[in-house]
């Protein structure tokens, strides 16, 4: 399993991805080339023209190859959380001496409304 962990990266297959999207239209530009000269060699000899598909199939087997090692995607870092942890720091309270106030009689008169 590890093997096959080590084989198939995060990053290979991004470089997967990113090759098959190039290959699209790297293919679509072969296509289109390989049927522009067919049109020039239609009254030219079938061997010719038979050459110059054989070179566009060629050119689509050995361009994904090609684009393959030359994509470099970056290795994706950690996302780092920009904000700090609290620190705990322990606090020391000290005995705090509060006077004695003297204890007084308090009245109070409630005065319902009607």
Not at 3 to 32: D, Y
Not at 43 to 51: E, P, Q, W
Not at 82 to 109: A, L, N, S
């Amino acid at each position: 399993m590890e093997l096959l962990e080590n084989v198939l990266s995060q990053q290979i297959v991004e470089r997967l991805g990113w090759t098959l999207l190039h290959f699209v239209w790297q293919g679509a530009i072969v296509a289109v080339a390989l049927a522009i000269g067919l049109r020039l060699l239609r009254k030219s000899i079938a061997t010719l023209r038979y050459l110059a598909g054989c070179g566009a199939l060629v050119l689509i087997v050995l361009m994904p190859v090609v684009t393959f090692e030359f994509i470099d995607v970056p290795v994706s870092q950690p996302v780092i959380d920009t904000e700090p942890e609290p620190v705990i720091m322990p606090v020391v309270i000290e005995d705090v001496q509060v006077p004695e106030m003297p204890m007084t009689e308090t009245t109070i008169v409630l005065k319902l409304t009607d």
